[in-house]
């Protein structure tokens, strides 16, 4: 991919995943060759994919929050013949969110996101978790169940180390360095930042018998938050 076009909701995780890919594309060697930002509440989608589309790019990258619009932003780009086969389409986890696949049908084969998580990840611990997130709610979880999950852990193994003590400073500094093995792979607590350092996983779209399904194509090991390491240079 030598040019791509970035589509963006109009706020700050919107203009900060626009930055973002905009810097690394180009410092990789590409070209943006247009961008968009979309007005946050019910946007027709239409005529932003329509720009994208005439300015024939190797790659269009999304990001949009979870909800109903992933599954109008698929539709928008089947009818104006936006094929993921020949057009790489790019976004974070929502774009192709289990609801969001089902919405867009064969529509969504291809799409490539990234994402902290996925039910599809195929690991024994991951397997038991997702077994037992469906007997509980009777449905997969997504980024936002292991995200309380993983929290929730985290509050627990801390208070065992403070002894029930659960003073602010207390929590905060038996909390640094902390570090185990989620569903979504291992994380530690970043003693310097407190952010989570994880793996990253890359799902691409694939049909699995009937099912589509976002299928793990790469990953990247001990990810720590990127802004933050480049404002350490």
């Keep these: 991919m030598k040019t791509a076009y970035t589509m963006v909701s109009d706020y700050g995780p919107g203009i900060d995943a626009e930055g973002a890919f905009h810097t690394g594309f180009k410092e990789a060697g590409g070209q943006i060759v247009g961008l968009v930002r979309f007005p946050v509440a019910n946007p ?16 269009i990258y999304i990001w949009i929050p979870g909800g109903a619009q992933p599954a109008a932003v698929g539709k928008a780009l089947a009818e104006r013949g936006i ?6 389409v790019m976004g974070q986890d929502s ?8 919405s867009m049908g064969e529509v969504a084969l291809g799409i490539i996101t ?26 997969n979880p997504d980024i ?19 002894n029930g003590n659960a ?14 093995e989620s569903p979504r792979g291992p994380i530690t607590i970043d ?6 350092i994880q793996t990253v996983h890359i799902f691409q779209v ?27 240079h």
């Design 95 to 102: 774009l192709a969110f289990e609801s969001a696949r089902k």
């Design 44 to 59: 027709d989608f239409s005529a932003f994919v329509q720009r994208a589309k005439d300015a024939n790019p190797d790659a």
């Design 191 to 196: 003693p310097e930042t407190r952010d989570v």
């Design 206 to 232: 694939e049909k699995v018998g009937d099912q589509l399904l976002n299928v793990e194509i790469d990953k990247v090991e001990n990810v720590k938050d990127p802004v933050k390491e480049r404002m350490k």
């Design 167 to 180: 003073d602010g400073e207390a929590l905060i500094a038996d909390a640094k360095d902390m570090n185990w």
């Design 83 to 88: 094929d993921p086969a020949k057009v790489k």
């Design 114 to 139: 990234v994402s902290n998580y996925d039910s599809s990840i195929d690991t024994p611990l991951n397997h038991e978790f997702v077994k037992a997130y469906n007997e509980e709610f009777h449905r």
């Design 144 to 162: 936002y169940s292991i995200g309380g999950y993983d929290g929730t852990r985290l509050i627990y193994e801390v208070l065992k180390k403070t």
